[in-house]
């Protein structure tokens, strides 16, 4: 299965400001996930990255507000922008294994909005 | 839309025993897969099974063994002689087979957070 090194693995960020978290992928992927994971609480999925295109954001999410980019095929970032103290959650990047796998996912972000 | 419940936000067991985590799934698709993730402390998900819906025999990765009961939309994991490294939140979660559009989406409980105890 792919190996994913995501980074930074925490931060503090004040209110306001921007995050950008990177996600690299040993081997070449055609779909990237970001998902982010409230306090306590399931992960849900904020929105699918693929290389050429726009990323597919879910209901509830907007680029502006989180806007991804996939340059290749081993590398994703996800912003979180304008942070409020709601914006405090650990955010995961995943990948999809061959099909019916199991999903490959990085260490996380844990973001603490101040 | 798919739904997954995990209907016990916590559990514990002793050291060396067995416990059997539930889930259970709302779909209408019927070619599907359901995975059991774990996440300890260090916030890693850890792929620790998953069934593929149209085979009717049980997966089985070592200790860990699932229940899967398509008709009844059940898929329950059986954590046997339990360790303390076992400790961590469990989430189930669901993927439509199809390819395409959302049908890569993961579906997710809300977890089930086990405590082994020594």
């Known amino acids: 299965s792919a190996v994913i090194s995501q980074k930074p693995s925490r931060d503090i960020c004040q209110r306001g400001t921007s995050l950008t978290i990177q996600c690299q992928v040993d081997?070449?992927?055609?779909?990237m996930f970001w998902y982010r994971q409230q306090p306590g609480q399931s992960l849900t999925l904020i929105a699918t990255?693929?290389?050429?295109?726009?990323?597919?954001?879910e209901s509830g999410f907007v680029i502006d507000k989180f806007p991804i980019s996939r340059p290749n095929l081993t590398f994703s970032t996800l912003t979180v922008s304008n942070m409020s103290p709601e914006d405090s959650s650990i955010y995961l990047c995943?990948?999809?294994?061959?099909?019916?796998?199991?999903?490959?996912f990085g260490s996380g972000t844990r973001l603490t909005v101040v | 839309a798919q739904t997954v419940t995990q209907s016990q936000p916590e559990m514990s067991v002793q050291e060396a025993e067995t416990v059997t985590l539930s889930c259970t799934y709302d779909t209408s698709e019927n070619n599907y897969y359901l995975f059991w993730y774990k996440q300890p402390p260090s916030r890693q998900m850890i792929l620790v099974i998953r069934?593929?819906?149209?085979?009717?025999q049980n997966a089985t990765e070592n200790r860990f063994s699932v229940n899967f009961q398509k008709a009844a939309k059940s898929f329950s994991l059986k954590i046997s002689d339990s360790q303390l490294g076992d400790t961590a939140m469990y989430f189930c979660?669901?993927?439509?087979?199809?390819?395409?559009?959302?049908?890569?989406?993961?579906?997710f409980g809300k977890g089930t957070l086990l405590t082994v105890n020594p």
């Open positions: 069934q593929e819906a149209y085979k009717q």
């Open positions: 990255a693929n290389q050429g295109s726009e990323a597919t954001y």
């Open positions: 995943s990948v999809v294994g061959r099909l019916g796998g199991g999903y490959t």
């Open positions: 081997s070449q992927v055609t779909m």
């Open positions: 979660a669901f993927k439509a087979e199809n390819s395409g559009g959302s049908n890569y989406k993961l579906t």
